[in-house]
């Protein structure tokens, strides 16, 4: 039955029907979901995150089609290994930004420019935006992220320095700027 | 807003379930092509499906349906022959549109048919693979036979 499944995800991908894939990837934070379309990666979930319903809104955001199919995001879990592991410090990665619009797609387009080992403030991302004062905005923007890790809305803090919100919970965006910055 | 599931679910859910119902209806042999081919078929139409109620009863059709298409395509490939036969047929087979007709059954019956007279099976297996009971399966074989006699006569 395994391979006849596996035969089936990839005439589906052939044929053009696969229109999310999706895989289960381990990190050290416990399990991670990634979602693909054919333009690029759609969603991460975070292990804090329930499987079953990540899928059913990608299946009803994006399209009924989702079909478990690990072969098309081998890169994407690939270059999440490295991350986890301190060996890579800038994902290069087609993403699908079809789960975000508007101002909070343009506060995650700002968010994905931060660089590894950085942080900015809600306030720095809003202006970025292109609206200063909508800093509660920005903080909703970062807390509905669908391509957490990737598109790094742990870099995001308070201007206080306070570590803000995060959709992992806080011990995990903590535990995200130690390993990219093991010296403070 | 779609209402359907992800897909997966139906293949996690049914993908055992399709495969039994195949290899009942066409063989060990012919049951991966027709699974392969029940579900790419179904992977077509699900996002434009308008009712997700019963997706087992949805695939199962689909499945019987990827089923008869095999047994038409195997049956009815011509076979050479040395000497035609110069008799006389009184009575002859009917026609090829005997699976057209089985086609147009209503699925519970159209899966009877085709499991009890292109697979072979007894009763039991036939309500094994529809799930439902011995009786049941008779009574869907019998309505069905009579309305393809109806039919095809």
Known sequence: MKASLQRLAERASKEGLLDVAYTTTDSPFGPLLLAKTRRGLVRVGLPSQDRDELLADLAGRVSPRVLEAPAGLDEVRRELDLYFAGKLDRFDLPLDWQLSHGFRQRVLRAIARIPYGQTRTYTEMATKAGNERAVRAAGSACGSNPIPLVVPCHRVLRTSGALGGYGGGLPMKEALLELENPEN | ?153
């Not at chain 2, 379930?17 to 029940?38: I, N, S």
């Open chain 2, 1 to 153: 807003m779609s209402e359907l599931p992800p897909f997966q679910t139906l293949i996690d859910e049914h993908a055992t379930d399709v495969m039994a119902v195949l290899r009942g209806a066409v063989g060990r042999g012919g049951a991966e092509d027709c699974f392969q081919e029940t579900f790419l078929a179904a992977l077509r139409a699900y996002p434009k499906l308008k009712d997700g109620r019963n997706l087992r009863g949805w695939l199962i059709t689909i499945a019987h349906r990827k089923a008869i298409d095999h047994h038409r395509a195997n049956g009815r490939a011509p076979l050479p022959v040395a000497d035609l036969p110069e008799v006389a047929v009184t009575d002859p087979e009917p026609g090829g549109d005997v699976w057209a007709a089985v086609g147009a059954l209503p699925p519970k019956q159209r899966a009877a048919v085709t499991l009890r007279f292109a697979s072979d099976l007894p009763h039991a297996e036939i309500a094994a693979a529809l799930g439902c009971s011995p009786e049941a399966a008779r009574r869907s074989l019998h309505e069905g036979i009579k309305r393809l006699r109806k039919e095809i006569a």
